[in-house]
C-alpha cells in the first residue's frame, strides 16, 4: 500500500533532477575567462587598500590597549616593596596586630605597656597583682620591678596565661578556645 | 608548472578522490600567489557550474554571467582566507550565492524567462523541465541554490548549509517542502497532459 507513493516520490525526484541538469545554461562569453583573470589579477584600488590597512592597523592598536590596560591593573595590584602589607596574609584580618604584640612581648616584654598586653593588670612592686583575679595573687610570687620573661612563663597563672594564649592562637589564625580557669 | 597544470587535468577521471582533492588545493595553493595559469585551471574547472548555479539563483542568462565573473574574481581575491577542511567548491559557491543574492537586491523586479521546451525533448523530459521553471519561479533565491547544489551537484546538507548561512534542519525542511511543490506541480502538469 505505501509501495505506490513511495515510487511515485522516486519518479518525480528523478524528474526533478533531470529537469533542473536539463535547465539550459547560458554560454559564457568568449572572453569571460580573460575578464576574470584581468579582474582578480588587478590591485585592488587605493581606496579599499587604504580600508584594509587602516582596520588592521585599528585591530592590532585596540588588541594592544587592552593588553597594556591588563598588565597596568596587575602591576598596581601588586604590593610595593616598601610596603608594610607585603607578605602579610589577608585572610586573618586580625592576625597583625596580634602578631606584632606577639612579636614585642617575645623581644621586648620590658616595653609592653600597650596593645593587647597593655590592659592587662599590671604587677605591683611587692609581688602581688593590683588588679585582676585573684589566681596570680600568690603569696609566694615573689619577684620584683617590671615583668620579665621568666615572670611570663613561669608563673603566669589563669587568667594571664589564658589571655596570652588566646593572643597566640589568634596570630595563628585558631579560633580561641573558651576560658577555662 | 604547466606540466602540474596538465597533470591535474587529468586526474578527476582517473585519480582517487583524495588525490584530485590534494592535486586541487595545490593548484588553489598556487592561484592564492597569483600565478594565472593555475587560476586558468580553476576557472575551467568550475565555470559551467558556477554559471549553472548563477543561472539558477538568478533566473536571467545576462546577469547570471555577470555574477559569476564576480564571483571568480572575488575568489580569486580572497583566496588567502581560503581553509582546506570546506572543500573549494563549498567555498566557491557559497561567494557565489552571496553575489547573486547581492546582484538580486540591486536589481529592480525580477524577470521571469518562461522558455518553450526543445524541440529534440521527449514529452516527459519536457514537462519536467517546464515543472522545474515554474517550481524555480515559486521559491526564493537561498532555496533555489540550496535545491541546484542538492540535486545537480550533489552536496551533502552541510555543506548546503555552510553556503547558504542556515542551519543543516533549515536546509532538510526547505528541501523537502521545495520537493513536495515540484511533486504537486508535476502531478498536476502530467494529468494534464493525459487529458489533452
Known sequence: MSELPDVLEAETLVALREGLRRMPVPEPSPDFDA??????????????????AARAVAVSGACAAVLTGFALHWFAALPQP???????????PGSQRASVDLDLLLTNPTGVRSGLLGSLPERDQGGGVSRGNGASDR???????????QSLVGPMRGHRALRVADARSTAFGVQSAPHIA | MAAHVATCEGLPGAGG????DACELATVARAARGDPEACSWLLSRYRGRVLRLATMILRSADEAEDAAQESFIRAFRGLSSFRGPLGFYTWLCRITVRTCLDHQRKRRPPRLEVRAPHAGDAEDAAVSRLVVQALLDQLSAPVR?????????GLEYQEIARVVGVPVGTVRSRLHSARARFRELYLDAMQEADRV
Open chain 1, 35 to 52: 575578464r576574470a583573470l584581468r579582474g582578480a589579477l588587478r590591485p585592488a584600488p587605493w581606496p579599499v587598500r587604504a580600508i584594509a
Open chain 1, 82 to 92: 616598601g610596603s608594610a602589607d607585603l607578605g602579610r596574609s589577608a585572610s586573618f
Open chain 2, 145 to 153: 541554490a540550496a535545491l541546484v547544489l542538492r540535486e545537480v551537484d
Open chain 2, 17 to 20: 578522490a583524495q588525490q584530485t
Open chain 1, 139 to 149: 603569696p609566694g610570687n615573689t619577684s620584683s620591678g617590671p615583668t620579665s620573661p
